[in-house]
């Protein structure tokens, strides 16, 4: 019988499942409130002790990992996705200058007139995003493609411009408005409420639906652009598309939760041994594994210190950070 | 020797040009082949086989000269419609990422397949089929990039059967080979009963396994015959630059070809030929 991998689709389905279950259910009883397990079992079972819990559990708790969830899981596969379709293992979302393009665009809210006051803080950050990204796309357009490695090296200049903008506008401006877009660049699930879901989720639930139904054709640049070609692949047109759905899953995120840098790189790579790297196996298995982890690196950032939040893109970088640097080891 | 092909042309090609920067790569070439034969493309090093290749399956597009196949021009198919009925096997960049043996035989589905549609039963007998053809089946979970180059070009010609196409393109299949993986692989190929275009150095190998030799110098078509007259020594030597001798294989009855470079003046600047790569940066 054919086996197209080590472990069955339906065994790592399973298997993943249970994590996904264990982990939105273990979650929730993990907080600042005296809201435990038993006590999130009850209200879920049956009524809730207190009406309180009732609030925390459904207005915060639940929001929170689900946002935790869901921008895990649409960081994860924005890293898979552009991993293959660049051949490049080191590629990752926020290496476009996604988040030096969104820190910018938060950086300029501080500025805008009270009659702007629309242009919130999450749109101002989608739209420097998708600059950031349009830049870089237009660089390598001009260039005509020759070297998938020039996208990367595009982002980091790109990184490095914004940022010293925004460096600049912050060092000038008062301290308030500075603290504000700082604490925001570290990254936070705090701003999880309905109307962030109602943005995450569909962007992330449409890019998951294109790239399943695009895998056989993201499956054919894993060896080569040219072979793709002879297979009656548009090379050019696929990784641009590709690219452009990456962006705007990122930007999406990072416009709510801010700079949590690492996830898209490191996610992958970690499930790529199991699942094998072909989009559909990889792009389940990384945005399931990449949803879970991100809940768990947010109890962690809720609760690791008494009375005070860490910034999760703290925890998520420097994890990343000692990863990377085992991963360049190895390769 | 052609009582085995039928007559149907399944490419053709009218003055076939393809110019780079006003440099002519392929000059006015004349080429048609008929289902079931196997012809070799031979010349030296920046004759401009690859090229000719490449136009031939529609990589190179903006030639003015038409190429037809089936009988219908390339420019007015779409890639999918002609990787449907051309398989292309070239020489080929490593992966940095594992892709087993099936991920890449797998590939062969997709000129074949829709948005929404998925792999049927029949789809897997097919992949095994072609796995069982060349050999691989034992080795199908195996690493792409940890097998040796004959393996390799076997499972990218695994590819090429499921793909089904009616022409198969194989640009230096032996390259790089030892020799008996050179005379499996041309075998392979033969043994396949599909119409078959491949570039080769070796010419014994062409005179062995190909019905038809085109010679190119150039750009340019020097001879386009069975391997008996194609196979001269004075051609040769014009093409080659190298004193050269002609005889009948004792085994195979073919022409057999041997180079004598022991007349090579190193003296003399060696002419500079560069092939020009499209995707080099």
Known sequence: ?331 | MFNHVSKEKVLQAKALTWQVDNTTIIDHVDFSILAGETVAIVGPNGAGKTSLLKCLYGEYKDHHSTVLLNGQPLSILSSKQIAQKIAVVSQHAESVFNLTVLDIVRMGLIPHKGLFDVDTKADHIKISQALNKVDLWEKQRQYFNTLSGGEQQRVLIARAIVQSPDLLIMDEPTNHLDIYYQHQILALAKQLKITLILTIHDLNLAAQYCDRIVLLNKGKVLADDSPEKVLKASLLKQVFKLDCHVDIHPFTQTPRVTFDGSQLNLEKPIEKEVEYNANAS
């Not at chain 1, 596969?77 to 910018?104: C, E, H, K, S």
């Not at chain 1, 990449?290 to 998520?316: S, Y």
Request: proline residues 3%; hydrophobic residues 60%; contains cysteine.
């Open chain 1, 1 to 331: 019988m054919l086996m197209l991998h080590k472990f069955s689709i339906r065994s790592i389905i399973l298997l993943l499942a249970l994590l996904v279950i264990v982990t939105l259910s273990l979650s929730l009883g993990f907080g600042v409130a005296e809201l435990g397990h038993r006590e999130v079992w009850q209200c879920l079972t049956a009524t809730c002790e207190k009406s309180i819990y009732n609030t925390i559990l459904w207005q915060i708790r639940l929001p929170r990992v689900l946002l935790g969830f869901i921008a895990g899981f649409g960081l994860a596969i924005a890293g898979a996705l552009m991993q293959n379709v660049t051949r490049n293992p080191l590629a990752d979302p926020y290496l476009f200058g996604i988040v030096a393009g969104a820190g910018l665009g938060a950086t300029l809210t501080n500025f805008l007139p009270p009659s702007l006051q629309f242009f919130t803080l999450p749109l101002a950050a989608f739209l420097g995003a998708l600059f950031a990204v349009f830049i870089v796309l237009m660089v390598l357009i001009k260039n005509n493609w020759r070297r998938t490695e020039h996208l990367l090296l595009a982002g980091v200049a790109v990184s490095f411009l914004f940022s010293s903008v925004t460096s600049f506008i912050l060092y000038m401006g008062d301290a308030f408005s500075t603290n504000r877009v700082i604490f925001w660049l570290m990254g936070s699930l705090a701003r999880a409420d309905q109307t962030a879901l109602m943005w995450i989720f569909p962007v992330v639930f449409i890019a998951t639906i294109v790239a399943l139904l695009l895998s056989r054709q993201l499956d054919s640049l894993l060896l080569s652009d040219e072979s793709a070609r002879t297979l009656g692949v548009s090379v050019e047109k696929l990784r641009i598309g590709t690219l452009v759905i990456c962006a705007a899953l990122t930007a999406v995120i990072v416009a709510y939760c801010g700079g949590i840098g690492f996830v898209g790189l490191m996610i992958p790579h970690i499930v790529r041994p199991f699942v094998g790297l072909t989009t559909a196996r990889i792009l389940l298995g990384a945005g399931l594994v990449g949803g879970c982890f991100l809940v768990w690196v947010d109890v962690v950032a809720r609760t690791a210190l008494d009375g005070q939040e860490i910034p999760i893109g703290v925890i998520t970088s420097a994890m990343g950070s000692v990863f990377f640097l085992l991963l360049m080891r190895k390769m």
